[in-house]
């Protein structure tokens, strides 16, 4: 591949990979390149990485009933790529919700962000040091 294309397609790709970021609620060092330039998502047990058209989740969690329970937790929004004994590739079919991300980030064991200081809160702290 010509090395402009590829570049182009490594930036679709992260600002994919950074939508979802976005939409799951991940922390931003979870955005990472592998050895190859690519672009994942790395959890400490499984990854997220983009295609053309979706995004493969591939997880290890290190025992098959582990991985049947993620399954079907995953099931609602996800469709199965690879289905292996302890381990295995799913494929994201629709965003999830939010209860549905906090599954996905506990699946593949994604930090999460803090949640954003809302006004009201920095407004209370204020008065409180004045």
């Not at 930036?11 to 950074?18: K, M, V, Y």
């Not at 381990?87 to 994604?110: C, H, K, N, T, Y």
Request: hydrophobic share 40%; with cysteine.
């Amino acid at each position: 591949m010509h090395p402009t294309a590829l570049a182009a397609l490594r930036q679709l790709e992260r600002n994919d990979l950074s939508t979802l970021q976005g939409v799951i609620g991940c922390a931003k060092a979870c955005l990472r390149r592998d050895a190859d330039g690519d672009w994942w998502l790395v959890g400490r047990k499984g990854y997220i990485t983009t295609t053309s058209r979706s995004f493969s989740i591939t997880v290890n969690p290190q025992s098959s009933g582990r991985w049947r329970s993620i399954k079907r937790a995953l099931a609602g929004f996800t469709s199965i790529g690879f289905d292996g004994h302890a381990d295995g590739v799913l494929r994201l079919m629709r965003r999830p919700g939010e209860a549905e991300a906090e599954l996905l980030r506990q699946a593949i064991g994604l930090r999460a962000t803090r949640p954003a200081a809302s006004a009201d809160h920095l407004n209370r702290h204020r008065e409180d040091a004045a």
